[in-house]
């Protein structure tokens, strides 16, 4: 979904909001237009993204050999069932993610009819998991481990769901930056 900045201006009459809703129907229309005087803008900002995706560390500077706790944090903000969801979770250079966390979520969620992790594989700078749906308004909560290997400073890759038969429904975590010193 994109943002459009609108120029400054006076508060946006009633029938003015409307036609901008019937023009951006997934957009959020916000009244904080004021005079040029002001330095106020307005902005259309998107009502929200049909997934979303988070990721956290519990720390981003480490030294050789210590281990990272990352959570993933997926959400289905839409009101039906996304199916056969993909995350690709970034993997930053210089660190290895632990699987077992990988495989025991996996064990947890094999009972499950939704957010059941399917099957998962990793490369040098990603996790690519398979989830089988995630309910309307659900979310999906993933623990994982990466060990720092050597002294570097680096960014992870991008983090980012999508559905697999539409690819267009998805979002992006930022890159953070990590730091590992030697031991």
């Keep these: 979904m994109a943002t459009a900045a609108l120029p400054a201006g006076a508060v946006l009459s009633d029938s003015v909001k409307e036609e901008l809703q019937a023009l951006l129907p997934n957009t959020m229309i916000l009244n904080s237009f004021g005079a040029s005087e002001t330095g106020h803008q307005g902005t259309v900002m998107p009502a929200g993204e049909p997934l979303s995706i988070d990721v956290t560390y519990d720390r981003t500077r480490l030294a050789q050999d210590d281990i990272a706790t990352a959570t993933a944090t997926i959400k289905n903000n839409l009101g039906k069932a996304a199916n056969m969801v993909m995350v690709d979770l970034g993997i930053p250079p210089g660190f290895d993610l632990l699987s077992e ?22 490369t040098a700078t990603q996790a690519i998991l398979y989830f089988d749906a995630v309910a309307p308004r659900d979310t999906i909560t993933l623990r994982f481990r990466l060990r720092a290997k050597y002294p570097i400073r680096a960014r992870t890759f991008q983090s980012r769901v999508y559905e697999y038969y539409d690819p267009e429904v998805n979002s992006l975590a930022r890159p953070v930056q990590f730091e590992v010193r030697k031991r």
């Excluded at 990988?102 to 594989?121: I, N, P, T």
Aim: hydrophobic share 25%; aromatic share 10%.
């Design 101 to 122: 966390d990988l495989q025991a979520y996996q064990e947890k969620s094999a009972g499950r009819k939704g957010g059941r992790l399917e099957k998962f594989s990793l």
